[in-house]
């Protein structure tokens, strides 16, 4: 049972949308303030607890406990006590993460969008998280990673650098990043963005960032002066560049579900199916265990299972780990019935939540070939609203304009548009879609294989495809269809026409082997979602859900099945006017002629339960990068995903489960590309849940993204890749030279004294946020996380290096901070400060702003009680918002 003092714990738990996080200390559940979210302890275990806001008015809650690598047991017994009684206290329903440093969850990691901090120490030692505003610091932070990255304290030395990552030179009022040579633009554009998370959030903005990069040291004088000033000069060369943090885990194909339960004191676990799993396995009154080939390990908990039950069953996970003799690192998930995560439910062949209503354009699988209710779409609101353009996988209404081409001698043969929507199994076609948005034209090429088409055919279709996209300067999405496996918006251009032949060739002179009676099933509702597959002219073939048209030398027979509808027949009878120009004669099921029975072999029992037409439940979408950095391929989950998390040097891959997207970043590497259509291959071949290896694979260049695809993603900025930053605009921001000539001035105000005196403190030394007296870290940014490491007290590095404690500016210098957007901001009228009284910011025009403040920045100049005040958020809640959400905010408080 929660205690009294337990439930007072949990008071302060705020059930809004957002991020809390709280350190174990002394065994109490202490807050951590928001300026302090993304430094982390290493001798300590915090518990952070994300709400999301779902569609509609539910909300989702994930709970992660964060074991710091020097915590110990108690604090981790105490944090793994405190989740399960927090879990209870928000009704039983969060997901529960237990997170270990080094090897945290993509959706961990996707709260810290600018990076993890690693500290030495812990709270009890009476370290703080952060102290705002204070500049008698002196460390070194060691930066790694491009997507996840991690910065860690190290030693104030030369001896800690080398020539692969980046540094952060952090002396309170002057960070100076220094590039290795042999790091890349997304690493240094990570870095960048963190130390201005560094100075924003922990000076209140008031600091100098400076960049130098390693192979052009003397680019950079009067930077390298200060480093060398705080560093000493440096002997001999730089260490070799170190691997980076581990590439993502390959996916693990081999699933296996255990039964977990008590016997007579002893933890009993029964294995009770491997891959693929379906639903029906998990009884509500149970608790099982989900091991994915030991790369994640999740527990599921019935709602009638036993309160015991359910309070154990992250001790279980753990013990099963041991057991196991997997990695501590190991990842772990619990969860109630009901509150599964997207991650456990993609292990699953179909998964249905209970009340989960048939939506727009429904999916359903009958057999091998999907049947879709569709509405008629409105094209303005498909442009107007992206997400329902992704839902229905529809680009627009289909109404532009198409052209066809059939491989022909590896070469392009165009098609006579009379025959359009007719394609042979033996043959390859592209074809060109034309579409307007926002007055642009807008191609999707979609690349049709045959399943008899020859290797050769198929290698000249996608080699075509690449010169049709070079002809439109490579606008053209493009979509791999395999036969048989259309996606809707294919259906849709051929307005109801589309019919697909198994074998033969539509080549004009070609004569196509007399096969004698053929049998083509027929589905869809309206001409925006239907096809004729032929089939085995064989009665086994029929299915009571469907129309099917049977051909033979003198006579169509329409047979309609007894389930099928009024719209279906209606599409059945178009489509045989399409098929074949001779005598319709109409066949209900159960009143078949004898011919009938003759044309197709004779009568056979067929597919007649009605129950087959099962929806395909939506997933949730999954964003990864694909990478081959570490010379393999690897591919990485982003977790909570935003466009921002689309980088130009990347291959990302969006798996929509209905279709996947490969998403092209302009400066992505040729390997990458070429592999990527591989990696979705091998993706879906390898995916748990024993997904079609045919599944549709749509390729996206940067900046043509269609509605498709947007509509998948909060807030799609389509402007953002003409204006983001990139890594060439920061620097030249950070590299003014009234802020270069600042750091110097405040390092001049600096005594760089051989011995340290007191500052006071009483003892000497100086405390850098959340760090012990007495002893300059160096931060090591390891792929987003910042891990210290351990600085010897008597090195020369340390002694040599009097922490800059009286960095005061000089009324005379020019005093010019970058603001968060990197942009900068105007002391106020007294010289003092850099904060505005409200009232000479809000509701006014650019002309009557005082000097200096930018229009669109005028956040900037406000004092963090003003900011929290006015706009309702903390500075770095505010930070992690959409723009277009952050825009919002700033109309309704006067400040846009």
Known sequence: MMSDDNQDAFRSVSRKPGLQIWTINNMQMVPVPAQGFGNFFEGDCYIVLYISQGKGSGQSADIHYWIGKSSSQDEQGAAAIYVTQLDEYLGGSPVQHREVQGSESPRFRSYFKNGLIYKKGGVASGFHHVDTNVYNVLRLLHVKGRKHVTAAEVEVSWNSFNTGDIFLLDMGKAIVQWNGPQSNRREKLKAVLLAQDIRDRERGGRAQIGLVEGGDEQDSPELMKVMTAVLGQRTGSLKEAVPD????????????LYHVFENSGNLVVQEVATQPLTQDLLHSSDCYIADQGGSSVMVWKGKQASKEERREALNRAVGYIKAKNYPPSTTVEVMTEGGESALFKHLFKSWRDKGQTQGLGTTYSV??????DQVKFDVMELHARPELAAQQRM?????????????????????NPSTYGQFYGGDCYLVLYTYQRSN????????????HATKDEITACAYQAVNIDNEYNGAPVQVRVVMGKEPRHFLAIFKGKLIIFEGGTGRPGAVNPDAGARLFQVRGTNELNTKATEVLARASSLNTNDVFLLKTDHICYLWYGK??????????????????????????????????????????????????????????PRLFECSNQTGQFRMTEVGDFAQSDLDEEDVMLLDTWEEIFLWVGKSANQHETKEAWNSAQ?????????????TPIIFVKQGYEPPTFTGWFNAWDPHKWSGGNSYEEMKKKLSDPASLSQITVDLNNTNLSKSPSPVGMGGGGYRAPGGPVNSPTLYRVHGGDLSPRPSTPTSPSTQRVQPPASMNLSPSASFTPSSPAGGTVSPSAGGSGMYLDPELLINKSPSELPQGVEPGQREAHLSDADFENLLGTSRPDFQRLPKWRQNDLKKKAGLF
């Open 563 to 620: 389930g099928c509808s009024g719209d279906e027949r209606v599409m059945g009878r178009a489509m045989s006017d399409v098929l074949s120009k001779q005598d319709k004669q109409v066949v209900m099921e159960g009143q078949e002629p004898a011919e009938f029975w003759v044309a197709l072999g004779g009568k056979a029992p067929y597919a007649s339960d009605k129950r087959l037409q099962k929806e395909e439940p939506p997933h949730s």
């Open 367 to 372: 057999g091998k070939i999907a049947k879709v």
């Open 440 to 451: 642009k034209q807008q191609y999707v090429l979609y690349m049709w294989q045959g399943r």
């Open 395 to 415: 680009v627009d209404d289909a109404s532009g304009d198409v052209k066809v081409w059939r491989i022909e001698n590896l070469e392009l043969a165009e098609v």
């Open 245 to 256: 943090d581990r590439p993502g885990q390959a996916q693990n194909g081999s699933v296996r």
């Open 682 to 694: 091998e993706y879906l071949r390898t995916h748990p849940a024993g997904r079609d290896p045919d």
